[in-house]
């Protein structure tokens, strides 16, 4: 119990001093001291103004909303990365395994590529077409792996794979017959946000919530699952219906996270891998633990994504690939291992 104390304690500093930073580094640095005397004086708890008032707009309206998004998205992928290698049991797993991305990446660039209007009352309609087209290949890959009222695991990567890379296709044919759009096509998927300010963190906020919040109480049928479909049935599990609502649970947040912030690569297979080494392979704290690490850890790589190449700011999603690309080559390596040795 103390362990897991411990690792609750060691993710929250951690989140805690990447959500500073984060608020502190940009074109105008703000010192953490001053930021908290800011928020203070937010809530009334001094009175005396001794820092520019540009730096309450910057903290305010541009800071603390971009901020906050980039939290939930981390805690999103990591969280459902975490559900996904649990229910597939399988560490090399990721939130993008049945064509999350694929689908949504697909319907940003139908919305580009049509020149739909900005926003409709005040809201960007990207997100929207994102968000819609990550959910239809879910369903499409559910309904085309479901077997009578079952729905096999390995179908259903197969399924994944097959329609993942029919939706990347054709994303790939609308951004060369759209060639005014490829840039901001690309900013999406490398991982670049399409709206800015509070808009995005209030519209996904409903679905972040309620995903986070189911993914949490996933823990103990997870674990079940991990002795194998046939096990977990004689345990009394209910195996087929944990699994539909796992897979929507997941993808529902997934694809809330993507809308707004573009497709971010291999965070939701890193953070929960690491904290799986770290602290251990119990669901009822992985995934809980997987999601406030996330959070952090998508943080720091939007901060090197804004500090790299300052004033110029990187797609956060080259900063995770680049991470995380020689991670999973380890993660596959050291899986071999234990296969043939």
């Known amino acids: 119990m103390k362990k897991i104390k411990n690792a609750y304690l060691i993710v929250f ?3 805690l001093l990447a959500f500073v930073f984060s608020v502190a580094v940009g074109a105008v640095y703000i010192s953490p001291g001053t930021i908290g005397k800011i928020i203070a ?10 820092w520019p008032e540009s730096f309450e707009a910057i903290i305010y309206q541009v800071r603390l909303p971009h901020v906050v998004l980039v939290m939930m998205t981390g805690a999103a992928l990591a969280g459902s990365g975490a559900a996904f290698q649990g229910l597939f049991r399988n560490p090399l797993a990721d939130p993008y395994l049945i064509g999350v991305a694929s689908g949504a990446g697909l319907g940003a660039v139908i919305a580009m590529s049509l020149n739909w209007p900005q926003d409709l009352g005040g809201f960007s309609l990207i997100p929207l077409a994102a968000f819609l087209g990550a959910m239809v290949t879910v369903g499409l890959v559910y309904w085309l792996a479901r077997v ?9 990567i197969l399924s994944g ?8 296709a054709m994303t790939s044919f609308l951004m060369l017959r759209s060639n005014d759009q490829v840039y901001r096509a690309l900013s999406f998927l490398l991982g670049g946000t399409t709206v800015s300010g ?20 996933s823990g103990h049928p997870l674990n079940v699952l991990q002795f194998g479909e046939d096990q977990a049935r004689q345990m009394g599990l209910p195996v087929e219906r944990v699994k539909i609502s796992l897979i929507v649970v997941a993808s529902l947040t997934t694809a809330s996270a993507v809308a707004f ?44 994504a804004r500090v790299v190449i300052a004033p110029q700011i990187l797609p956060v999603g080259v900063i995770t690939s680049l991470a995380g690309a020689p991670f999973f080559l380890w993660v596959l390596r050291r899986a071999k291992r234990e296969v043939f040795w």
Do not use: C
């Not at 729905?151 to 259903?156: H, K, Q, R, S």
């Open 198 to 217: 509070w808009d995005p963190v209030i519209g996904s906020l409903p679905y972040l919530l309620l995903g986070l919040v189911s993914l949490g109480f």
């Open 261 to 304: 912030s573009g497709v971010i690569g291999f965070l939701g297979l890193i953070i929960p891998h690491l904290i799986r080494m770290l602290f251990g392979p119990d669901y009822r704290h992985l995934i809980p633990l997987s999601i406030i690490a996330g959070a952090g850890g998508l943080l720091v790589a939007d901060l090197l």
């Open 13 to 15: 500093i951690f989140l």
């Open 161 to 168: 794979v097959a329609v993942g890379s029919f939706a990347s």
């Open 41 to 50: 004086a937010k809530f009334g708890v001094i009175s005396q103004v001794n």
């Open 148 to 156: 009578s009222t079952i729905v096999p695991l390995t179908t259903l």
